[in-house]
Every structure is written in C-alpha cells, then in structure tokens.
C-alpha cells in the first residue's frame, strides 16, 4: 500500500510542474502585460516601468521569468501581486481558504445527498421513488450554474434571509468570535447550497448504477443463500462494494466542483480562487493567474490523492497489492 | 465434451442486426424521443431566427426600456397584443385597458438575412405599428426585445455546441487512435499531455487560453477563438478513451488482415479501428454538447466571450446579474431558461442514445 | 418422508403475455443422505430449479405458477422472508459455479465464514445440527459452539486447507480457483446443512482441481452425512458421485433414474445422445458425436416433446402432444413413448 501511495504522490509533482510551466507560457504568449496600461500613464516615467520590469524579471524571455517564478514558489513566496500592490501569497492562501471552504461544504451537503437518495432509488428500483429521483437528478443535471447563481441571488435580494455577496460582513472584526463563525457561515450558506445543487445529481446516478450492479453480483446471491438478511446483505455486502467505484470517479467530480465553484464565487462575489483568477486576468497580472491556476490544480491533485487514500483503505485488493 | 457442448449452444435464431435493435430500443424510450424532438426543433428555430424574431437583435426601442412581456390574448379570430403605458419615470409600465392590436402574421418588418444569406424583410409575426410592439418576451436594459435576441443568441450559443464537438472529437479520435495503435513513446507522450489538460479544473484553463488572444477581436473571431479554447480542452478525454478501445481493437483479426493487405497504418486507424468506437462516440458527442454551450454562456457571460451588441445566451445574462435588474425585470433570466431547456434535452437524448446502445441489457 | 420433494413445480419468467415458462412441471425428491445429480446443457431449466429450492430467484422477474417444493415437509413458496432466512444455510446451503465471484471481495474470509456461524450458530446456544435425530448418521451431539476462530479452522481444516490459522486473514483474490471453492464449501457447512446444492461447482475450475474439489465433496457427504443436489452439464462424473441422476431439457426432467443404470442403460434419445458426447478414453477411435441443432431457447420451446425436433428417432406423433414422465421400470421414469 505504501509504495503505491508513495507512486501517486511522486505523480503529483510532475503534473504540478507541467501545469505551472504550460500556464507560464500561455501567459507568455498573452498579448501585452500590467505595464503595458501603465506605460499609458503620462504620470510614469519610461525609467519606473523598466525598473519595475527588471525588479519582477519581466524583461527577462518567459522561461527564464519561469525559472525565477519556480524559485520563490519553491521556497513558499509566490511573488507580488502588481495589481493588489501587495505579496501574493497572503493573498492567494486566503483566496485558497475560501474555495476550498466553499467546495468542502458544497461537497458535504451534495455527498450527504446523493448517498442516501441513490441507495434508496436503487433498493427501490422502479418504483416511484426510484423514477422521481431520476427525474430530479435530470434537472440537477441539467440546470446550468450560471442559472442557480442567479436565482440564487435573486432569491437573497428578494428575501433578505441571505447576505449578497461576500465571505464574512464588513464589521466582521468587530464581532465576537461567536458572533464572527455565524456570519461567515450565514455568508457561506447559499453558495454552498448552489454549488452542491449542481453537484449531487451526478453522484446520486453513480451511486444508484454502482449499488445496482453489486445487487446482481453473485457474491450477494451467495449472501442471501447464507440465510443474511436482507438489510445485511445491501447494507453489508453490496454497498461496501458500491462505494469504491465511488471513489474512482471522485476526481472527475471535484474537477467540476471547482469549476463549478468558480462560476459560483464570480456570480455570487464569493472571494475565492475562481474570482481572484478573473480579476487577475482583467488585471492583466500575470503571475497572480499563473498562482492561482496552479493553486486550484493543486486543490484537485491533493483531493485525488486523498480519494487513494481512502481507496486503498476501502479496497484491499488495491491495499495488498505490492 | 467442450467442442460438444460448444456447438449445443451456438446460437441459432437469425439475430436482428446492431443498427435494427438500437432503433428498436430508442423506439421504446419516449423521453429520449421527446428530447430528440426539442432539439429539432430549437436548432430549426436558430437557424430561421431572423424569420421568427419580430425584430433585429440591435434594435433599440429608447423609449421602452425594460418593458415588460406582453401576452397575445385570443380576440374573435385575431391574437391581440395590449399595449402598455409608460408610468412616471423608473420603468414602471400601465396595461391600457381595451387598448389592442392584432398581431398579424407574415408582416414587413426589419431587414436581415435568411440561413445568413438571402436579404429578407418579411418576419413571421408582428404588429406593423411602432407604438403596439410586440414584446413578447419584453425589453432589456437598453430596449432591446429579448425573444429577438434570445433567438438570435440561439444562432451562435447551439452552434458552438455542435462545432466545437465536431472539431474536438475528430481531433480527440485521431490523436486517441494514433496513440493506442501506435502505443510506446509516442502514446506516453500523448497520454501524460491529456492528463495534464484533465488535471487543471476546466475554467481556469479556459481563462487561462483566452488571456492568450489579443483584445479588439471581431465577433467572427471571438466566435472562432471559444470553439478553439473549448476544443482544447475537450480533445483529451476523448483520446483517452479511444485510445483504451484502440488498444483491445488492434489485437482483434480484422486489423491484422487489413495489415496484412498491406494498408497504411494510418488507413487502418481510419477506416479500420475507429469506426468500430462510433457507436460509443455517438452517445459521448451528444453528452458533451452541453459543457460546449455552458462553455461559451461562461465566457460571453464573464465579459470575455461574444461581446454587445452581438447577443448570446451568455452574454444576455449578464445583466441579470445585476440584483436589482433581477428582482424588477426577472424576464432577463429568459436565456437561463433556454440553457436549461437545451441542455435537458441534449441529456435526455444521450441518456437514451447511451441506454439504447448499451449491448448489455 | 424426504428431505426435499419438488412436486410439479411450474415457474415463468415475467407475467402476462410477456411470461416466459422456465421450469416447466418437474419433480423431484432427495431423501436424507442422498445424493442426485441434475444433468443438463445449459439454459434448460437446472440451475434456476435449484436456486428455487431456497427461493433465491429474484421475483420479479420469477413468477411460481404452480406446484410446490417441500424441504422437510413444509413448501418453500409459501415460507414467509424470516423462515426463509432460516431454511437458507440452516437446512439447504448452496456452493456456486465460480467462487472468485461468490465471496465477497472485500472481506476477509474468516469474517464471511464467521457471518454464518453467528447467525445460524450462535455461541452458547446449542447448534441447530444437534436437533437433528434418527433420520441422519449423525454419530453424537456435538456441544455448543465455544469460540468462532476456532471453528472457522476447524472448517477450513475439513476442507482441506492447508494451514488455515493463516488463511482466515486473507482477502479471497489471494487465494486460488480451488481454494476458493474450498472455503466457499466451508462456509455452506458452517451452518450444518442437511442439504447441499452444489451448482457446477467444478466448472470455473482447472481439470485437475476439478477431481480434488468433488473427491472433497464425496468425502464430506460420507463424513456428515448430508444430501447432496449435485448440478452439472458433464455426465463424465455422474458415476463417481450421485446415487441417482435427473436429465433435464428445456424445462422439463426427461429422465430419471439410479445413476448406475443410467450410465448402463440411457432411455431417453436425449440421454443417450448425451452419453456419445462425453469422450470416453477406453471407447478407441469412435468419433465424438455432437447432437445436431440447437438447444432452444426459453420462450422457443417446441410444442409438444421438446426435443423432437433434434430427435433422430422421432416419429411424427412427437410433434403433436406432450409426452408424460412414466417410470417404465422400477425407478426408472422417461419422457419418452418411444424408450424402447
């Protein structure tokens, strides 16, 4: 188990390299940078701007600029936002904070969903339970997030119930450190719920197409033979086989989580990667996109990796196998 | 004992072939049909948007913004339009009580070109009277008729869907059936260049390459540069797949014979190895059309897709966005709508395809 | 009175006019210590009668249309689910085809063992088997269970294991072919059965495991004296093992006999027909003869005796009405007028 574990985690290190120098160079060939808009400026000397230049390695062809960047993101620096006018990294981890707190929850709730609803359309399958299930995750699936966030928003403007927009209310700091865990998650609550509602469709299918194909493995007939009751025998024996397919495609469901949750924080205002990333982008601020790609390919990568984790865990012929 | 039991067995009833049972099972799901049915009809409505849409998409109307939709109602044998009155100030509009118009079919209206090609002027319905207009879906922040642009929109918006699959997919089988047939460096290569596009969460690369394209694009451009961005990232999990169905087919006799025939490898691949993974394809093609539309909705949407006046589902929502737009004038979300009409359908067709194809049930 | 007696059991697939007729009046009955072997190719019926013996055909699709199968007297399709969790492994347990696919792959095979001795034989309360009185050789009372480990060796030992303190951690895809079936064999005995339903259990298996697993069989039936419902579609190893033989064809017992005269003395075409396909190594240079045509499948069943059609005597009136299953000597049934 450890030399395979060990594997997936050398794997990472590749991929986040080949990630960080393949978002490097489409910023290299991105048409003018930060300075470009500056140099506009009459206010400005020519002198400043190639100081600054020099001073970011900006005068530098892109893969030497590349080498500097890996660098100071090696020894945990990720450089200085030239649109914040502050160091990145503080900016980036606290970006990551909020994606991440987003995308956990969203991923609780819509999990905490799918689960039940697809082990409860499986074992009733055909009934109506089973048809209304599927039907609702056809339009869980259907209905894009772009069109939730907005209602959503609709719906916290009409109500009043939820605050528009951000991660904690201005006074925030003033608060108590009781009152401050409520605001954050009043704020917290509605993109949460957005993004798990364009999430636990695709889970639930899966859970029900996994748990009704351990149904008809021979290994449950042979549980019934046995004389195990029938709670047993699903609950038991075929869900714990249901679930580790589970897990195999749990990578490809945080992909579109964070994508989701990207959509989520720009329509919503939630302060995370997602929107850090368009306001770097309209910033032209290069290296604050290029960190917060390889921030949220990071978030995916640790996330798959803890999805092995847990395989291997659950599946010992993956666990055994030297 | 083996051989004997082996020829007890075979099968002897003429069986039905492939292309006879999937449509015989699609047959049988009436939804998949009914999602068929809408798309026909969306994509027939796209393409003769400047027929249907009473007005051109540019046109503004300044003296109606925010309008809201107007209901036809049945009069004798007339669809009437009521007309409504412009309040004090802030958009607030008043029905005219009794005050109608009929809406008249076949009608002379704004210039545009049929299938983007014949001039035309004739429009399937209006009312031929500035101060009647047939709204029926209302007006925009600047006037605008929404259904107009809605169908316009609909133009560039399902489009890209089927462009961007088709340039994706060509190029996903070709690179996929290269790799798999080829195997050794060449299919590790393309292998870990496909995982590292799948690992970067797809919106972020998408943000990412469009950074890439200058600004100041003319809409033809931008049109090109979203199926180009959404291509390159939807190439590579199509490889991977075809690559694995490559695999297993190019052990099997008939590669070999048509080796053995002396045809190219690249002709093997075509005409050999691929047609055999058409059926899974087919069922992916028509799944991964919606992420193409939600693609170009995002980017119009975010401000970095088809720009104003040009309209797209995505960019008409923008200003949806806007809370105070959207509690007042909630008409606005109309594209959200047909996005979600479109893509349930898209879903309900393939679900269908993809059950209908399954050889196992 | 028997173990088992299956009377005229009469079961389709589906309801209505969809309904397809699987098993098709068959009788059959085992007594105490008995062991029958069910022959039959593939499709006709064998296996889908004897996963009824304990109802574990999913219903739906399976529809029981008539007739009724008594285990110690008592009809099985009349049981409701708690007495039928109690028949299933307490009096007929079942070893299936391909055990890889049977044990379940991610528990160790001591915990799935241990599963059916805590439900049919709890620790501290006096074993089921040891209610069991006159009608089996069951030399003595065996006490209480007293430690679950223990017993799960001990079985694993009577299967032939080798060094099973060892084994009862392992995951069943660290096993082989034939020590799976070994241990899946151990935990149908787990619960004492006095029934077991060995469905091809030799099939999945190489050849030369295939002799081991029924000398076990054989061995274990001589041991616990427990009746044996041996399913296969090889007659070749009918003579080793049953005391008497059921040949199925399309949902229909067509013979039914001792198994020693059948091997003799085939009656039924089908039967003999089924004796020139097993390859005999004494029978010199004789070619193999295959049966022309096909078995028909369910829902394409001949009208009147089914296996008219592939019969090389078959006469016209074959082709007209059904043929009964008469015994034509002592303990000897056919389906066939035409026997002689």
């Known amino acids: 188990m450890w030399s395979y574990l060990f594997k997936r985690l050398l794997h990472m290190i590749p991929l986040l390299l080949g990630v960080s120098l393949l978002t490097f160079l489409l910023m290299a060939l991105a048409p003018g940078d930060y300075f470009t808009a500056l140099s506009q400026n009459p206010q400005i000397s020519p002198e400043t701007i190639a100081h600054l230049k020099a001073r970011f390695h900006l005068d530098q062809p892109w893969y030497v600029q590349y080498f500097y960047w890996l660098k100071s993101v090696l020894s945990g620096d990720f450089g200085y936002s030239m649109a914040y006018k502050i160091p990145a990294t503080s900016l980036i981890v606290q970006r990551l904070w909020n994606t991440f707190l987003l995308s956990f929850f969203a991923m609780i709730i819509a999990w905490g969903i799918a689960l039940p609803l697809g082990i409860w359309a499986a074992v009733k399958k055909d009934s109506w339970i089973d048809r209304g299930c599927s039907l609702a995750a056809f339009l869980g699936l259907s209905v894009p997030d772009v069109l939730l966030s907005l209602l959503a928003l609709w719906f916290a403007a009409a109500t009043g119930w939820f605050p528009v927009g951000g991660a904690q209310s201005p006074v925030n700091d003033l608060m108590s450190p009781a009152q401050q865990f409520w605001d954050r998650a009043h704020h917290l609550i509605l993109p949460a719920l957005v993004l798990a509602a364009a999430d636990w469709a695709g889970i639930m299918r899966q859970m029900r197409s996994n748990l009704l194909d351990t149904l008809r493995a021979e290994y449950v007939t042979a549980a019934r033979a046995r004389g195990l009751g029938e709670g047993w025998v699903i609950y038991k024996h075929a869900l714990r086989n249901a679930i580790n397919p589970l897990l195999t495609i749990f990578g490809y469901s945080l992909a579109a989580l964070l994508s989701g949750a990207f959509i989520v924080e720009n329509i919503m205002a939630w302060p995370g990667l997602g929107r850090l990333t368009m306001e770097a982008f309209f910033a032209k601020d290069s290296y604050l996109v290029v960190d917060c790609v390889v921030m949220a390919t990071g978030l995916l990568v640790v996330g798959n990796f803890i999805a092995d984790l847990l395989l291997a865990w659950s599946d010992p012929r993956i666990r055994l196998n030297k | 004992m083996e051989t004997a039991t082996a020829l007890l067995t075979a099968e002897a009833k003429a069986p039905l072939s492939p292309w006879q049972l999937f449509r015989r099972r699609l047959k049988r799901r009436r939804i998949a049909m009914a999602g068929g049915v809408i798309l026909i009809g969306l994509y027939l409505m796209a393409l003769f948007a400047g027929f249907i849409a009473p007005y051109h998409f540019e046109r503004q109307d300044r003296d109606r913004f925010f309008h809201p939709p107007l209901w036809p109602k049945l009069s004798g044998f007339h669809l009437v339009v009521p007309r409504y009155e412009a309040g004090d100030g802030s958009f607030v509009y008043h029905l005219v009580a009794g005050d109608t118009k009929p809406l008249r079919f076949f009608i002379r209206g704004d210039k545009y070109k049929l299938l983007c090609l014949i001039p035309a002027t004739i429009h399937l319905f209006g009312t031929g009277d500035e101060n009647y207009p047939a709204y029926l879906l209302g007006t925009d922040q600047f006037g605008r008729d929404v259904l107009s642009r809605l169908l316009y929109g609909s133009q560039i918006s399902l489009s890209i869907g089927i462009v961007g699959i088709l340039l994706s997919f060509t190029f996903g089988m070709m690179i996929g059936g290269i790799s798999g047939y080829f195997g050794g460096r060449t299919d590790t290569v393309i292998m870990r260049l496909c995982e590292l596009i799948m690992s970067i969460p797809a919106l972020y690369l998408i943000i990412s390459l469009r950074a890439t394209f200058p600004p100041g694009m003319s809409s033809a451009q931008v049109y090109a540069m979203i199926i180009i961005i959404l291509s390159f990232i939807g190439w590579a999990s199509m490889a991977r797949v075809i690559r694995g169905m490559t695999l297993s087919l190019r052990e099997q006799q008939f590669v070999l014979a048509a080796r053995a025939l002396g045809q190219t490898h690249l002709k093997v691949i075509v005409r050999h190895i691929l047609p055999n993974t058409f059926s899974y394809v087919i069922v992916a093609a028509t799944l991964s059309v919606p992420y193409y539309i939600l693609g170009e909705v995002v980017l119009s949407f975010l401000g970095v897709g088809i720009q104003e006046p040009n309209a797209s589902w995505g960019n008409m929502l923008t200003a949806a966005q806007n809370t105070e737009y959207l509690r007042n004038y909630p008409w606005l979300l109309a594209p959200g709508t047909a996005i979600f009409v479109t893509v349930l359908a898209f879903n309900f067709l393939g679900d269908g395809l993809r059950d209908a194809a399954d050889t196992k049930s | ?340």
């Open chain 3, 1 to 340: 009175m028997n173990l088992l007696e299956i009377k005229n059991l009469k079961m389709d697939f589906g309801i209505g006019a969809d309904a397809l007729r699987a098993v098709d009046g068959v009788s059959l009955t085992i007594g105490a210590g008995e062991t029958v072997c069910l022959v039959g190719e593939s499709g006709c019926g064998k296996t889908v009668t004897a996963l009824s013996i304990a109802r574990l055909v999913p219903a739906p699709p399976a529809n029981y249309v008539g007739g009724e199968i008594l285990l110690n007297g008592r009809d099985v399709l009349k049981m409701s689910n708690r007495e039928l969790r109690d028949i299933r492994g307490g009096v007929v347990s079942y070893v299936f085809q391909e055990p890889g696919a049977s044990l379940n792959p991610v528990f160790r095979i001591g915990n799935q063992i241990k599963e059916s001795l805590k439900l049919h034989r709890p620790i501290g309360t006096p074993a089921p088997g040891t209610a069991r009185t006159n009608e089996t050789n069951t030399p003595c009372q065996r006490p209480a269970l007293q430690d679950y480990d223990a017993e799960v060796i001990r079985l694993l030992k009577l299967v032939g294991i080798p060094a099973p303190e060892s084994r009862i951690k392992n995951y069943p895809f660290e096993m082989s072919g034939g020590m799976q079936q070994r241990v899946m064999i151990a935990m149908a005995l787990a619960s004492e059965p006095k029934l077991l339903v060995a469905d091809e259990p030799t099939t999945a298996l190489d050849v030369t495991i295939q002799a081991q697993i029924l000398e076990l069989l054989h061995g274990l039936k001589q041991r616990l004296g427990m009746a044996i419902l041996l399913i296969t579609h090889n007659l070749g190893i009918v003579g080793d093992m049953a005391d008497r033989v059921a040949v199925m064809y399309a949902g229909q017992i067509v013979e039914l006999s001792p198994a020693k005269e059948l091997l003799r003395r085939p009656l039924h075409p089908y039967t003999k027909a089924l004796m020139n396909a097993v390859p005999k190594l004494a029978g010199g240079a004789n070619r193999l003869s295959a049966i022309p045509g096909n078995v028909p499948r369910i829902g394409n069943f001949p009208p009147a005796c089914r296996f008219a059609p592939r019969c090389p005597m078959a006469k016209p009136e074959c082709s007209e009405k059904i043929p009964e299953l008469v015994e034509v000597e002592a303990g000897r049934w056919v389906r066939c007028p035409f026997w002689k």
